[in-house]
């Protein structure tokens, strides 16, 4: 029987899915050999420079690394993701 209720459904958070992700996060984590504490001291440092134009909303917050394809020659490259929301944006002295 069709569940007319699914396309309203949030299934992204189910435990599987969770899983899902975590283990992606770490598979990707382990092919480019960056550490958590790498990781972490580049989302630090990142967060330190954009927080000086504008306020970020924490809540939203997303930086992770990922395998990509390069365009040139489509090799595996990796990349940093990041999802920076911002709640505004300081006016700085010129």
């Known amino acids: 029987m069709f569940d007319f209720f699914r396309p309203f459904n949030n299934n992204s958070n189910t435990s ?3 899983a899902k992700e975590r283990l ?3 598979l990707v984590h382990d092919r480019i050999d960056c550490s958590p504490q790498l990781l972490e001291a580049i989302k630090d440092d990142i967060l330190k420079v954009i927080s000086s134009y504008a306020e970020i909303d924490e ?3 997303e930086i992770k690394m990922s395998k990509t ?3 040139t020659d489509d090799k595996p490259v990796s990349a940093l993701v990041a ?3 911002l709640k505004n944006i300081k006016e700085r002295k010129i």
């Open 83 to 85: 999802n920076i929301p």
């Open 69 to 71: 394809r390069s365009e």
């Open 24 to 26: 992606k996060l770490v």
């Open 16 to 18: 599987k899915n969770v």
């Open 59 to 61: 809540d939203g917050l």
